[in-house]
Nanobody
Framework: QVRLVESGGGLVQAGGSLRLSCAASGSSYSINAMGWYRQAPGKQRELVATITTGGMPNYTDSVKGRFTISRDNARNTVYLQMNSLKPEDTAVYYC????????WGQGTQVTVSS
């Protein structure tokens, strides 16, 4: 069982920045892809960004140029730097880790006010 501890959410004005972190522990398997998803009220959960073990990122179009995903393999931690935040980025953000199985964090709220 993998334990994921997320941090960094909060309330920010439009144009501001936040940095999310997610630390994974307890895995008996090597951690492969790591990523972030989000779910806004009344909407389905959607992919925000993923990153491979080798550091190759992938972003959904709406965050390209504004968000940066990175990881520290030694610490099994994935980060999401979010700049130029918009009200439409408001959602619960979930960390996602693939370690033989798929594991999810508990979610952290990001609220962007206009």
């Amino acid at each position: 069982q993998v334990r994921l501890v997320e941090s960094g959410g909060g309330l920010v004005q439009a144009g501001g920045s936040l940095r999310l972190s997610c630390a994974a522990s307890g895995s008996s398997y090597s951690i492969n892809a790591m990523g972030w998803y989000r779910q806004a009220p009344g909407k389905q959960r959607e992919l925000v960004a993923t990153i491979t073990t080798g550091g190759m990122p992938n972003y959904t179009d709406s965050v390209k140029g504004r968000f940066t995903i990175s990881r520290d393999n030694a610490r099994n931690t994935v980060y999401l730097q979010m700049n130029s935040l918009k009200p439409e980025d408001t959602a619960v953000y979930y960390c996602n880790v693939v370690a033989h199985y798929v594991f999810w964090g508990q979610g952290t709220q990001v609220t962007v006010s206009s």
